[in-house]
């Protein structure tokens, strides 16, 4: 394996007029699917390169990946102030995304996808959104299974003839739609 190394960013920070130390974000990756950013504070900054570079490779984490190295689906997450909404690109597209979510997509090994950013743009933000927009991924299976339905798709190529992606395990017990669900009796 070949692991990758960005530094996502560093900068100083200033106490009452005077450099106390260095702040900095390093993300590291395979490119298939794990990733780990570590994020530390010291006052020398090869030290603190270091750090990071220690905490991002102890707090690797796996990414759902897929066969065309893309998202399945889009998808939105938010960490406090700071949104993504994320969406799979046409195959001829590179990631498109600010600075800091291309870098992230890049070194987890994502291909053909469009973030969108909303919010707040500090790098330590960006990152823990980033990491809970793209774990909420589902595969087909895992969405007919919790939802009890059938998971199709409509394919444009087709003329919308509709294409069974997934099946439930168990059709005994359906989560039912809004509109299967009985209103309440009106009471005198």
Wanted: contains cysteine; glycine residues 8%; charged residues 20%.
């Amino acid at each position: 394996k070949q692991w990758y190394q960005r530094r996502v960013r560093g900068s100083k920070v200033f106490s009452k007029g005077g450099t106390t130390g260095f702040r900095v974000t390093i993300a590291v990756g395979n490119g298939n699917g794990l990733l780990g950013i570590g994020m530390t504070y010291h006052p020398i900054i090869s030290e603190a390169m270091k750090e990071a570079k220690h905490y991002a490779y102890q707090q690797l984490v796996p990414f759902p990946m897929f066969e065309d190295g893309s998202i399945p689906y889009a998808v939105r997450g938010r960490y406090h102030r700071t949104e993504l909404h994320a969406i799979p690109s046409p195959h001829k597209m590179d990631n498109k995304a600010q600075r800091t979510i291309k870098i992230l997509l890049d070194l987890a090994g994502y291909k053909h996808v469009g973030v969108k950013m909303f919010g707040r743009s500090t790098p330590e933000s960006i990152c823990k959104a980033f990491m809970v927009t793209f774990q909420q991924f589902e595969t087909h299976q895992q969405q007919s299974d919790r939802l009890g339905r059938f998971v199709v798709r409509f394919d444009p190529n087709t003329y919308f003839k509709p294409e069974v992606l997934a099946a439930p395990s168990d059709t005994s017990n359906p989560v039912p739609y809004s509109a299967e669900i009985e209103p309440r009796s009106i009471l005198p």
